[in-house]
């Protein structure tokens, strides 16, 4: 059965593997988050579990292929009045991205940029890892300075399982040197992320002259988080931004 109606609005981040849905609270921020993977053909479902049957608006960032968002924008339709779709943007304040073309860089990197500046209000470096690992700087002034995307540890596994299959896809602990295959695995895949994290970090130093804080999102950051002490673990990132994107939306 479909849960009550509300008024309120929710978030919505739909990436490559899950869709994360949270209400707006009435203080502007965004409430506690449910992850859904997209991927199990039960999104309908899933989303009649957890979502009001009316509510008035859904705010939307998608990073995904055109027919997954359509299914998604569906589902809102039959739920609420308004749907609000996020777009990247030149500039958010005193906020400046890097890219020429702002439709070239993801909207879920764009908020969560926003929202790790507007927590740390100083120089900030955001990472994310999902499906892919992406990295982007962001000075004390506000300026994006750039970033970098790669594969995931995750995405590692599975393209090594798919060229060479007796390499399993999941399994291992990280440890500097694996006695086994699948710690060996772990180390060189999760060994692979921490380093370009790692120098990633030290570079933004010697740019800037001092370090940024280091804020970790994504479904991949907690297996990473024991090698990255100083990492601030922010799982709600993404939607944290959205919520800031939502308080200046000024659609009719």
């Keep these: 059965m479909a849960a009550r109606q509300s008024r309120v609005g929710w978030l919505f981040d739909l990436g490559n593997s899950r869709l994360k849905c949270a209400p707006l609270m009435a203080d502007g921020r965004a409430g506690e988050a449910v992850a859904i993977d997209h991927r199990s053909g039960t999104l309908a ?6 979502l009001p049957s009316d509510f008035d608006i859904a705010y939307l960032a998608s990073v995904v ?16 009045r308004r749907i609000s779709v996020a777009r990247t943007q030149s500039r958010w304040g005193d906020f400046r991205i890097a890219y020429a073309d702002p439709a070239r860089l993801g ?5 969560a940029m926003i929202a790790a500046r507007a927590d740390s209000r100083g120089a900030v470096l955001v990472c994310a890892i999902g499906t892919a690992l992406t990295v982007d700087l962001v000075d004390a002034e506000g300026r994006h300075r750039g ?3 790669a594969p995931s540890p ?18 291992g602990s990280y440890r500097e040197f694996g006695v086994d295959t699948l710690d060996a695995l772990a180390a060189g895949c999760e060994g692979a992320a921490l380093g370009l994290i790692e120098r990633s970090l030290a570079m933004a130093e010697r ?8 804020y970790l999102h994504g479904g991949g950051a907690p297996a990473l988080l024991p090698q990255l002490p100083p990492a601030r673990w922010s799982p709600q990132l ?12 000024t659609k009719p």
């Excluded at 740019?207 to 280091?214: D, F, K, N, Q, Y």
């Excluded at 993404?238 to 939306?249: E, I, K, M």
Aim: net charge neutral; glycine share 6%.
């Design 147 to 149: 970033g970098r995307i």
């Design 65 to 80: 292929d055109p027919a997954l968002r359509v299914e998604v924008l569906q589902a809102l339709t039959a739920r609420c």
């Design 207 to 214: 740019e800037l002259g001092a370090a940024p804080t280091l």
């Design 45 to 50: 479902a899933a989303l009649d579990r957890h």
């Design 107 to 111: 909207v879920d990197r764009f908020l």
């Design 238 to 249: 993404v939607l944290d931004g959205l919520a800031r994107w939502a308080a200046l939306d």
């Design 154 to 171: 995750t995405l590692m596994r599975d393209a090594l399982q798919a060229r060479i299959v007796q390499l399993p896809a999941s399994g």
